[in-house]
Antibody, heavy 120, light 108 residues
Framework: VQLVESEGGLVKPGGSLRLSCIVS????????MTWIRQAPGKGLDWVSYISSSGSPIYYADFVAGRFTVSRDNVKNSLYLQMSSLRVEDTAVYYC??????????????WGQGSLVTVSS | SYVLTQPPSVSVAPGQTARITCGGNNIGSKSVHWYHQKPGQAPVLVVY???DRPSGIPERFSGSNSGNTATLTISRVEAGDEADYYCQVWDSSTEHVVFGGGTKLTVL
């Protein structure tokens, strides 16, 4: 199982950036996927998840309509389109594979992370 | 929203037992999952569904969950266990994933 994320980047406040996550080693279309972020020196924050088919999709409250998650099951790829970026969105963004738990779910495989820096 | 509370740090000598707690309102009714994260690396799942271990995780890692507290127990602690540890649940009322604030385990 491998999840390989695109490089992040430096973006000005108000700008946009798209992250991608290409997976291999498992049948991508069978799994729900997630984005999780971690601000420098801080803990983990869930961002969004998308079902195996592409719907439904859920977002954390702080996304507030600024991010869009999508997937291409033919290309084995997960995407996070981020717009109206804020300084506080500066973080390492991880894609992760979601697994069903007895109640809810957990994340058993993670990408290496993409650093997104929002600064003027 | 649902809140998970972890102690910021736990210290233990090599060979001893480390216990990292994760507090939440009636957390015993939820499934709790634990990750460790070493500096510069992605998190790694170490316990899921309160007490199950993924393949490749040593038996030294175990978990329990009851009442308002879930606990990750690491027996016979080794220097390589030094990391940040995070608990995680799913809040069904909001359909959101919740992480604890993390606990830094220091091996003395």
């Amino acid at each position: 199982v491998q999840l390989v994320e695109s490089e992040g980047g430096l973006v000005k406040p108000g700008g946009s950036l798209r992250l991608s996550c290409i997976v291999s080693g498992f049948t991508f279309s069978d799994y729900h996927m997630t984005w999780i972020r971690q601000a420098p020196g801080k803990g983990l924050d869930w961002v969004s998840y998308i079902s195996s088919s592409g719907s439904p999709i859920y977002y954390a409250d702080f996304v507030a309509g600024r991010f869009t998650v999508s997937r291409d099951n033919v290309k084995n790829s997960l995407y996070l389109q981020m717009s109206s970026l804020r300084v506080e969105d500066t973080a390492v963004y991880y894609c992760a594979r979601r697994r069903l738990a007895r109640g809810g779910f957990y994340f058993d495989s993670w990408g290496q992370g993409s650093l997104v820096t929002v600064s003027s | 929203s649902y809140v998970l509370t972890q102690p910021p740090s736990v210290s233990v000598a090599p060979g001893q037992t480390a216990r990292i707690t994760c507090g939440g309102n009636n957390i015993g009714s939820k499934s709790v999952h634990w990750y460790h994260q070493k500096p510069g690396q992605a998190p790694v799942l170490v316990v899921y569904d309160d007490s199950d271990r993924p393949s490749g995780i040593p038996e030294r890692f175990s978990g329990s969950n009851s009442g308002n507290t879930a606990t990750l127990t690491i027996s016979r602690v080794e220097a390589g266990d030094e990391a940040d540890y995070y608990c995680q649940v799913w809040d069904s009322s909001t359909e959101h994933v919740v992480f604890g604030g993390g606990t830094k385990l220091t091996v003395l």
